[in-house]
């Protein structure tokens, strides 16, 4: 006899399981309608605020939210998800400068004296860009590197994926600096001015020009969206040497402030999100309201400066009492003269980084991490021998610069 396929009711309990069903069902019911208790206008103005939200984050990046920039970065991280064959990794040419040594998004970057090169953390080349410079430097922001030749007149911008551009200079190239927009500065000689700035949009168009009649600027930053700039430079008053810092607003001809600085020259300096700049000198470090023009500093007191590390307003220094010292104080500051950190170490400092809440230095052979907020050590690792510079990937991993190699270490 051929057999029925079984079919099954709903599972009840035992003892009066279709009361339980029915009660299920209510209960169901009940539980839909709280769900729905929820007025339908909480949803409306919900999404308004979203879009709001959106609508923002797109004004106030809309400098870098282009489709080219999207582009790149969309194939920036499809190039960065490779695998390595590890580190070390080999110098292109073989020689480099120490101040062109940096991490950018946890990558090792670096330009030699014939390329500019990223590896990930697994030492797979992510950008290999050749360049004719034969002193070249490098400024990076927004994923866009700037590098020239010092007293040279050519330069280039690249982005991981592409170049930007690739021109030369009217006049010799002193410094220059890059944003996040992709507008750009050089700072030229000039055979009429102690030294002239000229300021670029993204396509290399010239957006403002300035000349210094006495000052010869040595250091420049912009702001993340091009359209303001700082300046710094060295010239001679009542009989000896100052720094002039200039704070501009590139749609005003004039510099909207001005202040001096004694018996610094400055090096280098960076614009912090939080509306000041920061610029190290050989003597002092000082920073600079973009807001108000009011100026604080830091003074030495005679102590020689070994080396720094500057991440917008917030910078990172080694100073030793004197040259060769066998002892060096790390002060870390961030948009202030007032040190939050302060370590001493048992030996001369030759480089430092900053990664989060992570500082690192290079002492001794050896790279050593503390915690910027306590001075806790957080580990330490071999740097080799012919170490010369560091910079951190992320708050445990650095790469090492060395003589004709990068390498890699771990804090434990």
Known sequence: MEKKGKRYAPQQEPGGGEEINLLKKKKTKKSKKKKSLV?????????????????????????SLT??????????????????????????????????????????????????????STGK???????????PAVKEAGGRYLIYGVGETGYQINTHTRSLLSKDAEEKILTGAISASGRY?????????????????????????????????????????????????????????????????FNQEEPVYTAVSADTLLLEAQWGEDGKVCAVGDRKILWMDTNSGETEEYDYDGATLEAYCLDGSRALLSLSSYAGSDACRVLEFRASSSPVTQLETGGDVTSVSLYGETLAVLSNKTVSAYSSET??????????????????????????????????????
């Open 39 to 63: 007025p339908k206008w909480v949803y409306k103005v919900s999404l308004i605020l979203l879009a709001a939200v959106l609508v923002l984050v797109w004004w106030f990046n809309r400098e």
């Open 67 to 120: 489709p080219e920039n999207i582009s790149d970065w969309i194939q920036t991280r499809i190039v960065g998800m490779g695998v390595g064959d590890g580190y070390p990794v080999e110098v292109p040419g073989g020689e480099s400068d120490v101040g062109n040594f940096l991490s950018v998004d946890g990558e090792a970057v670096l330009v030699s004296n014939t390329a500019l090169t990223a590896w990930n």
């Open 125 to 135: 080349a992510t950008m290999s860009v050749q360049h004719s410079s034969n002193q």
């Open 185 to 249: 500065a050089l700072v030229t000689q000039s055979e009429d001015y102690a030294s002239r700035m000229t300021v670029y949009m993204a396509d290399g168009s010239v957006q403002y020009e300035y000349d210094f009649s006495q000052t010869h600027i040595t250091a420049v930053a912009l702001s993340a969206d091009g359209v303001r700039g700082f300046a710094a430079g060295i010239t001679a008053q009542d009989g000896g040497l100052v720094s002039v810092l200039y704070i501009f607003d």
């Open 375 to 412: 001075g806790e050590s957080l580990g330490s690792c071999q740097a080799g021998s012919d170490a010369r510079a560091i910079a951190l990937g992320n708050e445990s991993m650095v790469y090492i610069l060395g003589v004709s190699e990068v390498r890699q270490g771990s804090f434990s």
